[in-house]
């Protein structure tokens, strides 16, 4: 298996979310050698001035930014889905190396972990990191979620911020690929994958997910690819790879462009 990364969203994102803290962090170590320094100055006949400083650095150390429990729960999903990624790669690493992984696949309908082209095709596979039983019924997308004594505790529905569900995402992907091809002479098909990556995932019920392969089992997404009837050739798959760097490369630029 040859590895392309064509980017590296999630690692970006968890290294924003600690940069922000520790520039919050050295904002306030900044404020508070300021107001040291600036109390260091006075005159001797000003200490009268001293309740007033010894209050306002009281009012600074209960200021103190501390790790916020929303910072720190977004940086653990964030380095939890890191991780499931670079598993469901390492796994993918078993297929011969003519096969080529791309990480980090963008186009006009958005992002996919993982978009993986051989003689099997073309496979765009989204990843989950995520400790619940999942469920699909169109596009209808629950996962019930257990604690560690096996109680069922809650249901979440299994949506992007935009409201699509997890199907839908990769679904939509995968479509606007293959239109992409189509447009550019290729008749190819891009079948998509959802993995969910945790200890404790399951697949419950699926039905009309319009997904090629709903899985938990990395053992049986490497076997679902290898055992995929040979659609491309050698040549036909580097013709493709060639136009899926193009088309990332283009919408990468745009996004830049957008996010300035």
């Known amino acids: 298996m040859r590895v392309e990364v064509l980017s590296d969203h999630p690692r970006s994102e968890a290294r ?17 050698a300021r107001t040291r320094e600036r109390h260091a ?8 001035k ?29 380095e939890a889905g890191i991780e499931a990624e670079d598993a469901v790669a390492t796994a993918l ?12 696949y963008r186009n006009r309908r958005g992002e996919v972990d993982h978009l993986v082209v051989g003689p099997g095709g ?14 699909a019924d169109g596009d209808s997308w629950r996962s019930e979620v257990f604690d560690r004594y096996g109680n069922h505790v809650e ?29 550019r002479g290729r008749q190819v098909l891009v079948r998509p994958v959802l993995v969910v990556v945790n200890p404790r995932a399951e697949i419950g019920s699926v039905r009309r997910s319009g997904l090629a392969l709903v899985t938990a089992s990395l053992d049986e997404l490497v076997r679902t690819l290898r055992q995929a009837p040979p659609t491309l050739g050698p040549a036909s798959a580097e ?9 990332h490369a283009f919408h990468e630029k745009r996004r830049a462009q957008r996010d300035g």
């Open 16 to 32: 924003r979310t600690e940069q922000a803290a520790r520039e919050r962090h050295a904002r306030y170590e900044q404020e508070v």
């Open 41 to 48: 100055r006075r005159r001797w006949w000003q200490v009268w």
């Open 50 to 78: 001293l309740p007033a400083q010894w209050r306002e650095l009281r009012r600074l150390r209960e200021l103190r930014p501390t790790d916020d429990a929303a910072v720190q729960n977004r940086l653990a999903q964030q």
């Open 93 to 104: 690493e078993r297929l011969s190396d003519d096969w080529v992984l791309f990480r980090g």
């Open 122 to 135: 073309v496979w765009a596979v989204e990843v989950k990191n995520h400790s619940g039983r999942v469920h």
């Open 155 to 183: 249901d979440r529905t299994l949506a992007d911020r935009s409201g699509r569900s997890w199907g839908r995402q990769v679904r939509d992907v995968s479509k606007a690929l293959a239109d992409f091809l189509r447009q």
């Open 239 to 247: 013709e493709v790879a060639r136009l899926v760097r193009r088309d």
